[in-house]
């Protein structure tokens, strides 16, 4: 996060990551066959659009001291996955997460990671289920995120279905999150998150990896 809202040399690497996933997803998917997989392996791309909430007090404005977060992720994707036993999973893919910092500040920071929804039907029929609160014992995809203003990186792992088929995974997203809420005509006149306020709530854009773990 940053008062620098649409870098466009971050928004360049982010798009370039984008493009480079997704060619390899389907050189992955063209080039495994059943035949050849030794065991069930999950690889893919995909892009994500979000929306991050984070709990008052929020992050805190520039030049404040670094506090304490947590926070709450929605947003979709669209993704191709391929499983190397089975036809892979192209189409949209719901999620949705939880996270924290000990000490995060509007020029950066790192936490934890828990994504406890990450599941989607494609057009075929196709199904992922990489996270799911209503499995017993739930499943999540657990691990952390570092932000350096608006340029952020996640990994997580765990286990990933693809139509039934489960394998370990390890999931690289790279992507920008950028302020929102911005106001103009209020007291104070402006109201600007990660500059005269609090950052409470942000959107969330980039590319991730699915590769097996």
């Known amino acids: 996060m940053t008062v620098t809202v649409g870098d466009k040399s971050v928004r360049g690497r982010a798009g370039g990551f984008r493009l480079a996933l997704l060619a390899a997803a389907l050189v992955a998917t063209v080039g495994l066959s059943p035949a050849r997989a030794e065991a069930s392996r999950n690889v893919g791309a995909g ?3 979000g929306t991050v909430t984070f709990q008052a007090p929020g992050v805190p404005a520039s030049g404040e001291p670094c506090a304490a977060t947590s926070f709450t992720l929605s947003g979709t994707a669209t993704a191709v996955v391929y499983n190397t036993v089975i036809m892979g999973h192209a189409g949209t893919v719901s999620i949705a997460g939880a996270g924290g910092a000990t000490c995060e500040a509007t020029s ?4 934890t990671l828990t994504l406890t929804n990450v599941r989607g039907t494609g057009v075929t029929g196709s199904e992922i289920d990489c996270a799911n609160p209503t499995a017993t014992p739930a499943t999540t995809l657990t691990g952390g995120y570092t932000r350096t203003a608006i340029d952020i990186e996640a990994v997580v792992g765990g286990s990933c279905k693809i139509n039934g088929y489960d394998a370990p995974v390890l999931v690289t997203f790279r992507g920008v999150l950028e302020p929102s809420g911005f106001s103009v005509g209020g007291t104070p006149t402006l ?11 942000a959107t969330l854009q980039g590319a ?6």
Request: proline share 12%.
């Open 47 to 49: 892009a994500m659009t």
């Open 191 to 201: 109201i600007a998150p990660g500059i005269n306020a609090p950052i409470r709530q």
């Open 208 to 213: 991730f990896a699915v590769e097996p773990a």
């Open 108 to 111: 950066g920071g790192s936490g």
